[in-house]
C-alpha cells in the first residue's frame, strides 16, 4: 500500500514557497515553518496576531464548530485573544443552500462563545470541489511584550502537554466510521467518545497558559502530532529536548487504532491531536501552571526538558533512544480505513 500524504509541505518545500515573500520591519513574525501564525505590528506597543486554517473531511454536524476553533486556537497559542475572523465556504456544484446555513449557524454560535466577531466571508459552489471546503482567517490583539511563540523556548523549560495524543484522529474516527469504532471500542463507549468533540480546541488552556508565570513559548498537535510540534519547538528555539515515553499521555484508544492498524511507534507519536498542546515554561512555575489548568479542568502531564545540547531524546525506562525527525501520522490512513 502506499503511503497516504495529506496536509502541510515539508519543511524544506515551504521554504522554497516563502522564497518571494518580501520582508518589512512591520511584520515582526513573517510566514515560515513552525509558526501557524504571523504577527505585525499596529503601533508602537500592540501586535495584530493572524492565523488561517483550512477546514475539510470533518463531520458536517461539527464543521462550522471547528473551522473557528482550528484558527483561533492558532491565534490564542500566541498570547492573543481571538477577536475577528473571516471565513470562506466552498462545495460542489450540487451543494444546497441549506447544508451553507447549517454549517453558518455553527460558525456563527461558536464565535459567540469566544466573543468572536464574523468580519466577512465568500461562499460558493465550484467545478473541480468534491467536498465542503472551509478555511477561517481569525485576528487577535496582544501587547508586544506579551507575545508568545513557538520560538521561545529556553534551555530548562519544562514540556507540559495537556489533554491526550491521538483524541482528534479517534473522535473523527468515531464520528464518520462508527461500525468500526464499535468493533474496536465497543457500542457504550463510542457513544461517550462522540461527545468529546468540543476538545479539539486550544483555546482555553492557551489563555490560562498566557497567564501564567514564565511561560515561554507554545505549539498545538495538529498535523504530525508530537513529532512535528516537538521538532519545531526545538529547530525554532535553537535547542534540544528530552521527552520520556511513559510520561507522554497517550489516549488508549489511540494505541487501540495502532495494534489494529499495525502502526509503528513513530506514527503513535505522529498521530494528527488537535485540541492537545505543548507549552514551555520555566521549571519554577511549572507545578503552579499544572494545577492552574487542572483547576479549570483541564488534564495536564509534565512530559520532559528543553536542552541546550541540541540532541533530541526520548526516553523508555533507563534508555535513551533518538527522538523521531521526521512525522509518519496516520491520520489519513486511518480515515480511509487501509
Known amino acids: 500500500m502506499d503511503r497516504i500524504r495529506m496536509g502541510k509541505l515539508s519543511t524544506e518545500e515551504l521554504k ?33 496576531v493572524v492565523s488561517t486554517d483550512p477546514c475539510i473531511g470533518v463531520p458536517e454536524e461539527w464543521f462550522g464548530w471547528l473551522l473557528i476553533h482550528y484558527a483561533a486556537s492558532d491565534v490564542a497559542l500566541f498570547g492573543a485573544k481571538p477577536r475577528f475572523c473571516t471565513n470562506i465556504l466552498l462545495g460542489p456544484p450540487e451543494t444546497k443552500a441549506e447544508v451553507f446555513v447549517e454549517i453558518m449557524k455553527q460558525v456563527c454560535a461558536a464565535a459567540e462563545e ?15 470541489i468534491s ?19 513557538p520560538g521561545g523556548s529556553q534551555s530548562d523549560d519544562r514540556v507540559i502537554c495537556t489533554k491526550r495524543i491521538g483524541l482528534e484522529t479517534v473522535v473523527n474516527l468515531v464520528l464518520t466510521h462508527r461500525a468500526l469504532a464499535e468493533s474496536l471500542f465497543n457500542v457504550t463507549h463510542t457513544r461517550e467518545l462522540q461527545n468529546l468533540v468540543k476538545m479539539q480546541t486550544c483555546v482555553k488552556e492557551a489563555s490560562l497558559l498566557t497567564e ?7 505549539h498545538d498537535t495538529t498535523e504530525g502530532g508530537l513529532v512535528v510540534a516537538l521538532n519545531e519547538m526545538a529547530t525554532t528555539s535553537n535547542l534540544g529536548f528530552t521527552v520520556e515515553l511513559e510520561k507522554i499521555p497517550i489516549l ?5 487504532l495502532q495494534a489494529h ?13 488537535t485540541g492537545t498542546l505543548l507549552a514551555a515554561i520555566a521549571p519554577k512555575t511549572a507545578d503552579d ?4 489548568l487542572r483547576n479549570y479542568g483541564v488534564d495536564a502531564s509534565l512530559i520532559g526538558v528543553f536542552t541546550r545540547d541540541k540532541k533530541r531524546l526520548i526516553q523508555h525506562g533507563k534508555k535513551r533512544m533518538a527522538f523521531p525527525k521526521v512525522a509518519e501520522d496516520p491520520y489519513g490512513r486511518i480515515m480511509l480505513k487501509q
Open 131 to 149: 467536498a465542503i471546503v472551509g478555511a477561517c482567517t481569525a485576528y487577535g490583539m496582544v501587547d508586544k511584550d506579551k507575545l508568545i511563540t
Open 252 to 256: 488508549k484508544e489511540a494505541q487501540i
Open 16 to 48: 522554497r514557497l516563502l522564497k518571494c515573500v518580501e520582508k518589512q520591519p512591520r511584520i515582526i513574525v513573517p510566514p515560515q515553518p513552525g509558526y501557524d501564525s504571523g504577527v505585525h505590528l499596529v503601533n508602537e506597543n500592540e501586535c495584530l
Open 261 to 273: 492498524f499495525t502502526l509503528s511507534q513513530n506514527a503513535l507519536l505522529s498521530i494528527s491531536s
Open 289 to 292: 501552571a499544572l494545577q492552574k
Open 212 to 218: 501564567a508565570a514564565g511561560i515561554h513559548a507554545m
Open 114 to 128: 469566544l466573543d468572536m466577531v464574523v468580519v466577512t466571508g465568500h461562499t460558493g459552489t465550484y467545478n473541480g
